[in-house]
């Protein structure tokens, strides 16, 4: 009997530190400040992309982001891919036009400029990481194809980030020359200076451009530019889960009675 | 005539068949197949009429499940191998690739890449079975050591693979863990220059990576068959831990065995499609979508969840060659298990005991995986080591003792007699994976 006892509360044991644990996982990883939450529209079961908001988030990161960071895995054709902006095909092709690529060799063997493609991915703004520490005081702006999920706290870190920059520096903290100050990022120094304000972009919807919705509409476009298929993927995954869910329970019926051959109810 | 009969008498000739035709009780095309090629009636005896256990609780269905699981991953893992690319400068890009432009590829990828988390889930409820139930001890000893053959190559094997993607921790994971063997005394150095290929972690050592990744995926399957094939002669252990007797005791495979793995395996693939499609990266750590550069370290470089208790048990020992010693020997231990524990009695059903030991085993398990992700200081260094002594003593000290010591219960005579006693409500069995 005491055994007995002891065994149970033990069991009880065992699964509190299983809820300690798998509750405190998350604050064993490096993040120690609170990021600022918020209810993205591709969050959830059934999460979809704002379309218009990916639009404008495409035009900040094309008049803001572009001049310092890289996007090299992303084409200008994913621009009308279903799931995504989905500007129409024409629009993208004047999208890409506005950039000069280089192209060949040619039949003469010389390298040689076009405009861009939609077939063509977008243009680095420097040519290779040498050139892009030297143009940005020995930093470099990183790649932001998949930064939406090169970062714990993924799109909500990125929001935040953007939201971090405070011109009041806390006494402890000494800032060098072209570092500045961000409450969310780990160690509290960027060197990016801070890139949207009220009215960095003007959008030609009419939406009001405050620094909230500008960094609520990139961090929208980052984040379908890591996940393109997030929404092909949240569609496919509910449907797999209630057919399983369906298959499950059919299973369970037919087991349960293939089983009354030997368990027969008494 | 005579001269036949003249020439037997001199010598006695045996009579050979150097072939087995026959035999089927199949007629037909079967019949044809099954006289040459004896697969339908081995199948029919190994999966159909097969006897097991009646007892046998959802805690059985994970061999099953471990099954899908392998064959899935070798099917996506071709799928990915078609378009991926073993080259430092085009590694992560071609992954990328993947994720974006090949068709449906980002389901192979987080579909590979999540199976190998669940897998690890798999085998960890597996391996707990058999401690818990005693599955180990004789007649079991061979499929438990080969079990644990089949542990040391998936760990080598999700090591690998979690390197070629080429991110940060791909690229810092297999920097930390090759330069393991430069702790080996005199050729440490020599080795590690050996398996990189190269004086650094670099393309040398992705390429080769890619081809011992494929390679011990295969291995793994080999190793596999052995494990089933002797499963089916020694049989299933039981929740009883008692061998069936006669009938009374028994189901046939199929389709009593055949429909509760299925529900089992219905189950466990719901999770799994529920967590790749609405959490695909929980599992895995964001610093792997940073391309891998020599020049920055991360902050800390983790190994995946599932290495996590065995990096705890590296990093509680203060030197580095015996860190790699006590991690190989922890799991390694397991191997001496079947004659460490002696008691007559499998089931910790009956050893009231031994049954909370495996269970402040398993307790441990989990807090050397949380020290594991905890950055190796203060506290966490102090539990850690308690987690590694007591992960050590419950091979070298408790197994023995407890098998000594222990008076285990009263014990049915037989399974089905072991059935009514549970519906009596005379033992307890763990409720959840019952059924």
Redesign the interface.
Same mark, same amino acid.
């Given at each position: 009997m005491n055994?007995?006892d002891? #065994?149970f509360r033990?069991?009880y +044991?065992?699964v509190a530190?299983?809820i300690f #644990?798998f509750t405190?996982?998350s604050i064993?990883k490096?993040t120690n400040i609170e990021l600022l939450k918020q209810n993205w529209s591709f969050d959830g +079961?059934f999460g979809k992309f704002d379309r218009t908001s990916l639009q404008r988030g495409y035009q900040v990161y094309k008049e803001v982001c572009a001049s310092c960071h890289s996007m090299?895995?992303v084409s200008f054709r994913?621009l009308s891919e279903p799931g995504g902006p989905e500007f129409s095909e024409a629009e993208v092709k004047a999208l890409a036009s506005q950039y000069e690529v280089t192209d060949g060799p040619n039949g003469e063997g010389e390298m040689f400029t076009r405009k861009a493609k939609p077939s063509d991915k977008f243009k680095s703004p420097y040519p290779n990481e040498n050139a892009s520490r030297a143009a940005n005081g020995g930093a470099y702006p990183?790649?932001m194809?998949?930064?939406a999920?090169?970062?714990?706290g993924?799109s909500d870190y990125l929001y935040s980030i953007l939201m971090g920059y405070e011109d009041k520096v806390p006494d402890n903290i000494k800032l060098e020359d072209g570092v500045y100050y961000n409450k969310y990022m780990?160690g509290n120094k960027i060197r990016m200076a801070k890139p949207i304000s009220e009215g960095s972009v003007t959008y030609s919807d009419g939406t009001k451009a405050t620094q909230e919705q500008i960094a609520k509409d990139v961090v929208n476009f980052l984040t379908w530019a890591?996940e393109?298929?997030l929404e092909?993927?949240?569609k &496919?995954? #509910?449907k797999?889960?209630v057919y &399983?869910?369906i298959?499950?329970i059919l299973?369970?019926l037919?087991?349960k009675k293939?089983?009354l051959r030997?368990e027969p109810k008494v | 005539m005579n001269d036949q009969t003249s020439k037997t008498s001199k010598e006695h000739f045996e009579p050979v068949h150097t072939n087995k035709v026959g035999g089927s009780p199949f007629t037909g095309v079967t019949g044809w197949i099954d006289n040459r090629l004896p697969i339908i009636r081995m199948f029919r005896h190994e999966y159909l009429d097969f006897q097991v256990p009646?007892s046998l609780s959802y805690f059985w269905s994970f061999g099953g499940i471990l099954t899908i699981c392998l064959l899935l991953l070798i099917v996506t893992g071709i799928s990915l191998g078609m378009h991926y690319k073993p080259d430092a400068n085009q590694a992560f @890009?071609s992954v990328?690739k993947i $994720?974006?432009d090949v068709n449906f590829g980002?389901?192979i990828r *987080?579909a590979h890449m999540n199976l190998a988390s669940f897998f690890f889930i798999a085998v960890y409820l597996h391996i707990f079975r058999g401690l818990y139930y005693g599955s180990y001890k004789e007649p079991r000893e061979l499929m438990w050591l080969l079990g644990i053959i089949i542990f040391f190559l998936m760990m080598a094997t999700a090591f690998l693979g979690y390197t070629l993607p080429w991110g940060q921790m791909s690229y810092w994971g297999a920097t930390v863990i090759t330069n393991l063997f430069s702790a080996v005394p005199v050729v440490g150095d020599f080795i590690v220059t050996w398996l990189w290929g190269d004086y650094a972690v670099g393309d040398a050592a992705l390429n080769r990576f890619y081809v011992l990744h494929w390679l011990i995926a295969f291995l793994i399957v080999g190793v596999v068959v052995f494990h089933v094939i002797a499963l089916h002669i020694v049989g299933s252990n039981n929740p009883s831990g008692i061998e069936p007797k006669d009938t009374r005791d028994t189901?046939s495979f199929s389709? !009593?065995t055949t429909?509760?793995d299925? /529900?089992a395996m /219905?189950?466990f693939?719901?999770i799994f499609?529920?967590v $790749? $499609?609405?959490a695909?990266?929980y599992l895995g750590h964001? @610093?792997n979508?940073?391309?891998a550069n020599p020049l920055v370290t991360p902050?800390?470089i983790v190994p995946e969840w599932y290495f996590l208790p065995f990096y705890a048990i590296l990093r509680s020992i203060p030197d580095k060659l015996m860190g790699v010693v006590a991690m190989v020997s922890s799991i390694a231990v397991l191997g001496l298990l079947p004659w460490l524990d002696f008691s007559k009695v499998r089931s910790s059903v009956f050893r009231?005991?031994w049954?909370?030991c495996v !269970?402040?085993f398993? /307790?441990d398990f !989990?807090?050397l $995986? *949380?020290i594991g992700?905890?950055p190796a200081e203060g506290i966490y260094l102090v539990i850690g080591r308690i987690g590694t002594a007591f992960w050590f003593a419950f091979f070298f000290i408790l197994a023995p003792l407890v098998s000594i010591i222990e008076k285990p219960l009263p014990m049915p005579a037989s399974i089905h007699e072991f059935e009514d006693w549970k519906k009596q409500g005379k033992i =307890?069995t763990i409720r959840l994976f019952n =059924?």
């Open positions: 055994i007995k002891s #065994f033990l069991r +044991f065992v530190c299983l #644990f405190n996982i064993a490096e +079961f090299k895995q994913n990183p790649d194809s998949v930064i999920k090169a970062r714990p993924g780990p890591a393109p298929h092909a993927r949240k &496919l995954g #509910f797999s889960v &399983l869910l298959l499950t299973v369970y037919v087991k293939i089983w030997v | 009646k @890009d990328e $994720m974006r980002w389901l *987080y189901v389709p !009593f429909s509760k299925l /529900l /219905l189950v693939l719901l499609v529920a $790749m $499609m609405y695909p990266n964001p @610093d979508y940073i391309p902050a800390h009231p005991i049954k909370q !269970f402040l398993v /307790l !989990f807090v $995986m *949380y992700g905890a =307890k =059924k």
